[in-house]
Each structure stands twice: as C-alpha cells, then as structure tokens.
C-alpha cells in the first residue's frame, strides 16, 4: 500500500461501498471493501487479476468505462446488476483517474450498492407514469364532457383553471383568468346567481351547484353548469374546488323541446277553442230547426204561422249547410289541398253575375250597389271561377251587411296588360261601419267575428275572411284592407291572370224562379237506409208527378231489380251491409240499360273520383234543391 492509498484508509473505511485501485490495463492493484461479504472472494484473490479474469464476460462494462476515461480523460460509470440474478441486487461503479506522480496511469472504481436507491427510482418513475396515465384520462374525460376543473385560494386569493375552461371561455392561453377577469363572464343576472351560491357555500359550509349564461371572451353565449366545493381548514374556508361544465348542447335541446310543448299546448288549446266555437255555431241553427219541429208537432199553430216555420227552416238549413261547407274548405286549404281549376271565363261577366245576385240584398237595405270596370279588361281569361266568386261573394255579402247607409262598390282595373297575361285589382270597398286599426289582422282569424259596440253582431260564422284570405293566397296575391269606423272599408287584391282563347260562351244567370215541366212517365227506385231522406226525396218526387219504389237498403233493391225493369236507381253510398258502390256495380253489370244515380253528402274528392272511375256520370248531394233534382232527371232521362 502506498503512501496515497494509506492516507485515504480511514476514510475509505468509513464507507459501504467497494472500492478498486486499477491499472490502465485493467489489472486490478489493491481492493478496499468494509464489509468483506461484499467480495465474493477475499481480497488477496484480486490483487494482480484483470477484470476479464475475475468478471469474465460481465467485466466487458467495466473495461469500455476504463477505455472511455482513458480516452476522455472524464469520469465514467455504469449500472449493473448482480452475478447472481436471484438475489436481485444492482451495482453502480464509477471511474475516475487519481493523479500520481509515477509515470503508470492509476484508476480507483468505487462499486456501490444502489439496489435501494434503484427500487425508490423505479418506483417513482413507475408512480410518475400512472400520474401521467391518470392525467391523460381525466384530460380525455374532460375533453369529452366539455369539462374543467376550477380551485380558489381564499387567503392567497388566487384561481387555478385547468385549460378545458379556457376552451369553454374561448379566451386566449397566454391571457389568464383570474377573479376580476372572470366576473365579466356573466351578465348582471348570472353574476348576482352566483355570487349568492359563493356566500351560502361560504356561511354554510355547502357545496353549490348551478346552471349560468356564460359569455365568453368571444362575446358568444354559452349555457354552463357550475359546482363547488369548500375545503376547510381551522374551521374556515381555505380553497374552492370544483368543475365548470359546457352544456350549451343539452341546455338548446331542453329549451328547443319547452318550446315544442308549447307550441303542441298551444295547437290543442286551438283545436279545443275551434271544436268548442264550431258546436256552438252548429248547434245555434240546430235549435232553430229542432225547436220549430217541435212547434209544428204540436198542432196548435195557425196556417200563417207555416210559412213563418218554413222559412226558418229553410234560412237555419241552409245557414248550416253554409258553415259546413266553409268547414270543410277551410280543413282543404290549411292541409293545401285545394288546387286551382282554370277554365276559360269571361271576368266581367262572372263579377257582373255576382253582382246582380247582390242587387235585391243591397235593394233591402237602400245601399247603392256599383260595379265598375275599365274596357281593357281581356274577354277571355284562365280563371278557377267558382273559387273566385267565393272569394267575391263573401267581400260584396261583408260589404253589404256590415252598411247602414251609404254605397257599396265593386271595382276591377287592368293593372298590367302583356301580351300572355293580364294583372287585375280587385277593389271592394263600402261607407259601412268600418273596422278599428288594432283588428285588422284579427279579422282574418278563424271564428273572428269583432263585437263592435257600435254595432249589433251579424250574422255570420266568423269563417268568411279567413277562408277569404286562403283563396286569395291560392291565386298567388295577398288581400289587403283599409278602413276606418264609421268610414268604410276598402278589400283589395290583385291577380295576374294568363289570357285564352277562344272565348267562353256568356255563362247564363241563374233563374230565382223555376217551373216544373213534366217528367216523362219512367221506373224509379230509391235505395237508402235513412228513412229521413228516403221520405224527403221520395215526397220530393212524388211532386214532380214520380211514384218511385222504395228499398231501405242494398239487398231489398236486388229483390226489386230481380223482379221487374227500372229505367233509373238513385243509390246512397253509405249503407251498412252492400254499400252504394257495390249495388252501383251490380247494377252496371247485371242491368246495363239500367241508369244509377248516386244520391250521397260525401263531397270529398276523392269520392267523386271514384264515381267517375267506376263511370257515375250521376250524382246528386245531400241535402238538394229541388230544382237541382229536376234538372238532374231531366239529364238522365234526356229530356231536351
Ligand atoms: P262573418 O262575416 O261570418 O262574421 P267574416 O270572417 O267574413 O265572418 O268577417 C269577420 C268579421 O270582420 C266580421 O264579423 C266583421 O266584424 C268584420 N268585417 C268583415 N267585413 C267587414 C266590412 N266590410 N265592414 C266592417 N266589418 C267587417
């Protein structure tokens, strides 16, 4: 041992580990180790040896660590574990040169046992690594749910946002949040909301939770729920944790479903309101018909009373009969179902007819009726003419019966005359009783009739205008209305019309008088189950010098049909058993001279089409005129 190694002795020995004096060729000079059990032979054994010679091929790290500090000069080390694997143990040798004064190179290897520090290490590094896993999951988690963290220190006054709330917020990364920043996140509203949450979580020790409006630093508005919770210590409140939560999503389909209840509550309520309106206007003219029956039954009425009870019959029929029909085109034109049917008519006279139709209503109640026009207006235009004259009746029948005194007037002025199409305003106007400002939309509302105090209410149901204003929009215009009380009203709308040729015929008045010729002697039978009707057509007949037979439904009439010839059936379609449709079919087949007429109140297209597919040419609807059923004989039977 030289001078060096012995002055180094005591402190050698004063640690645990093992330590190697070396030459450059890796012979082993001196060996030092505290604890001998460490050596796995005694020291003498290595005096002398080379590393490959004690370590074998283990020793090949040692060597490349001396050739390295040989090379760099620098200190080296290596990690390795034990010879002998079941003991489980790991080594670390350092390298270093000392200086000496002799000429040969002298290298101390100090071998420690790091199997301790090893497991601490791996250890760590594996509780780092579920750290770092358990982080990328409640990154994940949070990304997913639109989620961040959030926590406040009360005394240092200081918030800590994960960076999901900083997406939520849209605020950029390097500007950061804090108190102050954060408060201009919420409106007045939200912010009070809030700030009441924070104080009861602080006085009562309680986690809160809430739903807010957030504005993000984008300016844009975002729903968020909010839950906190206070962490205490020496009984006060040291820190708020909690999370902030994106539900924008969740919180527009809530409102968007409110919004479709509503909107379904409001729909029934409707519905409800017009079934209830709908029985009280049917009902109204029922009891008018009920009550006179009842009145007629009991014998004690004069025979100037009758014509009085007729005529009340009569005005509440048809009256009932009106509403019906406004029903079930109102029904067609909300479902857009109605579609126009253009034939060539001459305008002027399909208005002039209306207009003569009006004259004796007008003559009632001493008003000037006018029509105007100008002469450009073409002879022959494409027009749906029955929808156009609905829509004209009800403005001219309005105009009238809502005047005292004073004029109505019909106007028609060419707007514009191309050379396929022409635009015409339709102007309606009257010195009637007007209607306020504040009801003119109203007015055009299902079932509005306005109560103008002015004015006792009139006839009516409430239905006109409203179906009024569909027709007009069916022709592609928009009716527009001026009034003022006790002024008058102005209806008006245009319609652009496309020109035809050649020209319709004058379409001919409609006679208020009608005579019966008589009928030619023929064989009738009249098939429906409702004895009701079967008497009315049946006497109706009988009036026009017919005595028809009579079945009450579809198997009598084969029995009849079995035993002698009919020039004519009137069938009605709905019979319980053999309906109409299949007695009309067994008619056509078995008895081709044979002539059906459907006798039915279905006025449903679609069973019209029917009929005309099966080829019924004949159909007479319930309830009838009895110039209507004449007429009708008079074609079947092809009296000219
Ligand atoms: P109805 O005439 O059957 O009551 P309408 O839908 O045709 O129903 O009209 C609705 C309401 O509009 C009427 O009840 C009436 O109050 C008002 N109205 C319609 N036309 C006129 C008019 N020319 N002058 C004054 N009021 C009118």
Redesign the pocket.
Known sequence: MDNNARNLQPLIEALDDVILELTELAVIKQVWAKDKTKLFLPPEFFIGKSIPEVFGEFGNIFIKCIDDLLNTGERQQCVYPDFDENKHLWYCAKFQKIDSSEEEVRIICVIEDITAKKELNDQLEKNSLELKRINDLLEIGHEISKMGGWEYDTIRKELFLTKQIYEINESDDHIVINCNNMTKSFDKENKVKLLKALRITLSQNIAFDLELELITAKRNKKWVRISGLPIMKNQKVRIFRGILKDITEIKNNQLELIEAKNLAEQVARKRTETLSIMSHEIRTPLNAIIGISNLLDQDTFSNNDIKEYVDHLRYSSNHLLHLINDILDLEKIECKKMELNEIPTNLVSLVNNIYKQFVPFAKTKNLSLNFNHDHQIPQSLLIDDLRLSRILN?LIG??I??TEKGEVNIILKTLIDQHHQTSILFKIS?T????PEHLHNL?FDKF???N?DSHRQ?E???????ITKGLVRLFDSEIRLT?KPYVG?I?EFKIDFKKCLPLQPEQKIESLEFDFPPLPDFKLLIVDDNATNLLVASRQLHQFGINADKADNAYTAIEYLKKERFDVVLVDLHMPGMDGYQLAKYIQDNYPETKVIIFTADVLEEVRFRLKEMGIQYILSKPFKPEEMFELFLEVLEVK
């Open positions: 009800n309005n105009a019966k809502f009257d009637g009783i007007g209607i007015i509005h009739q306005v103008q009139q009516g149901s409430g239905l006109g205008l409203n009034s009203s209806f």
